[in-house]
């Protein structure tokens, strides 16, 4: 499987970004994907996770309410749509196939990753 995340850019504070992942290979469709972002200087951390069919998502306590997660199985693609996006949103972000039919915060849950994508928000 490989996995090709885009829709990053920059954007002021308040912004709106979507972001997407496109997975190579249907069998991508019955594992859980998540979204991670590693900032200038920390460690990567968790952001929003799906499970196989959409049902189930979790989110950062971070994003919550601001950052949706979406996938359409059709296309093996899951979304990321930001809003209200925060300087403090600023990372590069990364999507994940999970190595079970749902998400998890544990990146180590996780064994393909794209390439990632840069979100940078000015204030």
């Known amino acids: 499987v490989q996995l090709q995340a885009s829709g990053g850019g920059a954007v002021q504070a308040g912004g709106s970004l979507r972001l997407s992942c496109a997975a190579s290979?249907?069998?991508?469709?019955?594992?859980?994907v998540g979204w991670f972002r590693r900032a200038p200087g920390k460690e990567r951390e968790f952001v929003a996770g799906i499970s196989w069919n959409g049902a189930s998502t979790t989110y950062a306590d971070s994003v919550k309410g601001r950052f949706t997660i979406s996938r359409d199985r059709a296309k093996d693609t899951v979304y990321l749509q930001m809003n209200s996006l925060k300087p403090e949103d600023t990372a590069v972000y990364y999507c994940?196939?999970?190595?079970?039919?749902?998400?998890?915060?544990?990146?180590?849950?996780?064994?393909?990753w794209g390439q990632g994508t840069q979100v940078t928000v000015s204030s």
């Open positions: 994940a196939t999970s190595r079970t039919s749902y998400s998890s915060t544990v990146s180590s849950q996780y064994n393909y």
């Open positions: 290979k249907r069998t991508s469709s019955n594992n859980g």
